[in-house]
């Protein structure tokens, strides 16, 4: 205790040096849990939008289906399976039938994915209900961004060409009856969603389907014989992969300012060491022993990090909380290719705050640590004639 | 027999005889679809043929002009060299079968083209890769009904309606406009299942190689998109000349 009270009065007697360093270990600690904070974050966000739009519980593939090997969606189309029809039929899945296409917005060709899904699903978020309610032969149900690269609006007339099962071409005209906004690039960008039904009927597929998705949440998925079912961790390990990668690329950056802040420690104690060298050999001539000296040193930096902890949650505590309630806009978020939204709502969790706090602690105090060494081997009569160093 | 009867008979012999030289002359000048169709693929097929010929597309804002030496032999193999422009001078294309292998020099890669692929444009063009490779027989794949007559090109033509035979061809149906004397289509229209019109050819000028008709000057339009479409002019043919087997094969691709 009173170490801790010697260690506390050394750091109010360094003044502004002890506020300088507290200071610069701030901004390190509170730059790593508002960057941890942003990943935590986008990693919550687009999992739980490609969940409820995409995702779903899980879904079944076609053997044949690849979604990164377009080549194979000529082939990956098999009549829907007498245990995965029961499921769609008791609302628990919703069959998805995929077929390459063209589109041809104001006379332009535009590679898209045909999809057909029933419009009476509940079991991903898209507004399918508006293919449902419309007497046009064939609707059309297009996402924002799609939209906006095509210029089509809500109402617009605009021809859909694709190859049937024996790859004949045919072509229709079907008219936008909803443009949804979604976060999930990959529902919307370059597809187009059309009744199950009917296109079934158009592309010769009556019965079949491509993708099988089914409800969240849903357990004991049924082994079916020709379709691979994929588990959401499977589905989101992209993603998951590309917000690690991103987590390595801001360790490295966050690691280069911890080390400033950690270089200022070091070079604190180091100079505390050589100029308190009277004061040390008044010490251990008092009778306090190496060690406890070494302590003392050590405490005092470790200390520093302790008012860099106080400091970061007073300026930075109700920015945190702000933006964790608020949300902010990147410049350009829409175009990452991730499921972001508008905002971005960075997660702060107990963990990420607590387990950086440590850190911050354990390694301010080993650097504050490793100057004091030298205290060992200091001899008492020197330090108090102030030398050996 | 009455001299009244008499006449009456050799009215109605001349009046018989006249009707049956009508309709024999009616049958000589109206061919059958099928018929007209055997003529038109006698005269569009070789063994083998070796052309140059430019493609010249009409883009957006610019005109595009690219030129290509081919080889073609029966409907399954073509080798295609492009020539100009510098950029993709050196690019090669294969076709053996249904199969399909471009080769750029730039990147010394050889790609397969299929699936959905084959649907992309070649060079921006309005011909599809699945176009440039289509070369079967017209009578193989569509039976055809002659539908009346017309003039195009300030030539009489018969005016054909192909259906497909089987469910697995390309375009359900095409109407082609077919010069009555040369036997060259020199108006096409090709429609989906559903009977839009998805593509339409216009010849320009037709010209004579070792004995056929061939058309030299040929428009090629996307119907669904906007634009003046693709041109191709033909420089050069020479028909059923011997083409080493070594052209058709991957390996040439990298030459």
């Known amino acids: 205790m009173t170490i801790l009270k010697l260690a506390i009065r050394n750091l109010r007697g360094a003044g502004i040096r002890t506020w300088l360093n507290a200071v610069a270990l701030s901004f390190a600690f509170v730059a790593i849990i508002f960057g941890q904070g942003m990943l935590q974050g986008m990693n919550k966000q687009v999992e ?40 769609a039929t008791a609302g628990k899945a919703a069959p998805i039938l995929v077929v390459a296409g063209s589109m041809y917005p104001q ?14 699903q509940k079991v991903i978020a898209l507004p399918t209900a508006a293919l449902g309610d419309t007497t046009e032969e064939l609707p059309l149900l297009i996402g924002s961004r799609t939209a906006a ?39 919307d960008i370059g597809q187009v969603w059309v009744p199950f039904a009917t296109l079934q009927k158009l592309a010769g597929m009556e019965g079949e389907a491509t993708i099988v998705t089914v409800a969240k949440g849903m357990r004991n998925t049924p082994v079916v014989e020709g379709w691979n079912f994929r588990t959401p961790g499977y589905l989101l390990s992209d993603l998951r992969q590309v917000v690690q990668a991103k987590s390595v690329g801001q360790t490295v950056m966050f690691s280069v300012l911890f080390l400033l802040a950690m270089l200022a420690i070091f070079d604190t104690q180091v100079l505390s060491v050589f100029r308190r060298r009277r004061e040390i050999g008044m010490l251990v001539a008092l009778g306090m022993t190496r060690a406890r000296v070494i302590v003392l040193f050590t405490l005092e930096g470790a200390l520093h990090s302790v008012l860099a902890v106080m400091l970061g949650t007073l300026y930075a505590g109700p920015l945190f909380i702000y933006l964790n309630r608020n949300g902010f806009t990147i410049p350009g978020m829409d175009t990452f290719g991730y499921a972001l939204g508008d905002k971005l709502y960075p997660a702060y969790t107990a963990g990420l705050i607590l387990g950086t706090t440590v850190l911050v602690f354990v390694v301010t105090t080993f650097v504050s640590w490793l100057p004091t060494r030298r205290i060992a081997k200091l001899n008492p009569t020197d330090a108090l004639a102030g030398r050996g160093t | 027999m009455s001299r009244g009867t008499t006449v009456r008979f ?42 140059v010929s430019q493609m010249v597309i009409h883009l957006a804002r610019n005109t595009r002009t690219v030129k290509a030496k081919s080889w073609v032999k029966g409907s399954d193999k073509s080798f295609t060299e492009f020539l100009y422009p510098p950029r993709d001078a050196g690019t090669k ?44 027989k017209l009578i193989d794949e569509y039976s055809a009904a002659v539908a009346g007559t017309d003039t195009v090109l300030g030539r009489q033509c018969w005016v054909l309606e192909l259906t497909a035979k089987t469910p697995d061809v390309s375009y359900h149906s095409r ?39 061939v058309a030299d000057h040929v428009s090629f339009k996307d119907a669904l998109k906007t634009g003046e479409g693709t041109e191709f002019v033909l420089d050069s043919i020479r028909l059923n000349v011997p083409i080493p087997d070594y052209i058709f094969s991957k390996a040439a691709l990298k030459k």
């Open chain 1, 48 to 87: 739980d939008a490609s969940t409820a739009f995409e995702f779903g519980g899980g879904q079944y593939w076609q053997n044949s289906y690849d979604p990164y090997d377009p080549l194979t969606l000529e082939d990956a189309h098999a009549p829907l399976p007498p245990v995965l029809d029961s499921l």
């Open chain 1, 107 to 120: 006379g332009r060709l535009k590679p898209v994915l045909l999809k057909g899904i029933s419009p009476v």
């Open chain 1, 149 to 187: 690269s095509t210029g089509l609006a809500l109402g617009d007339q605009v021809t859909v060409q694709w190859r049937d099962a024996d790859g004949a071409f045919d072509a229709r005209d079907g008219r936008v009856v909803e443009i949804m906004h979604t976060s999930v690039g990959t529902v």
């Open chain 2, 10 to 51: 050799l009215a109605y012999l001349c009046l018989s005889v006249f009707i049956c030289g009508l309709f024999s002359f009616a049958t000589a000048e109206a061919p059958t679809g099928e018929s007209i169709l055997n003529k038109v693929d006698e005269n569009n097929y070789a063994d083998t043929r070796v052309a």
């Open chain 2, 93 to 136: 294309m294969l076709k053996l079968g249904d199969e399909l292998w471009t080769y750029t020099p730039s990147t010394d890669r050889t790609i397969k083209i299929s699936g959905s692929m084959l649907r992309q444009s070649v060079m921006g063009s309005d011909l599809s890769y699945e176009d440039m490779m289509e070369d079967h």
């Open chain 2, 175 to 213: 109407k082609i406009w077919v010069d009555r004397e040369r036997y060259v289509p020199l108006r096409e229209n090709r429609f989906a299942k559903s009977g839009k019109l998805l593509k339409t050819t216009e010849v320009k000028s037709v010209s004579q190689h070792q004995g056929r008709w």
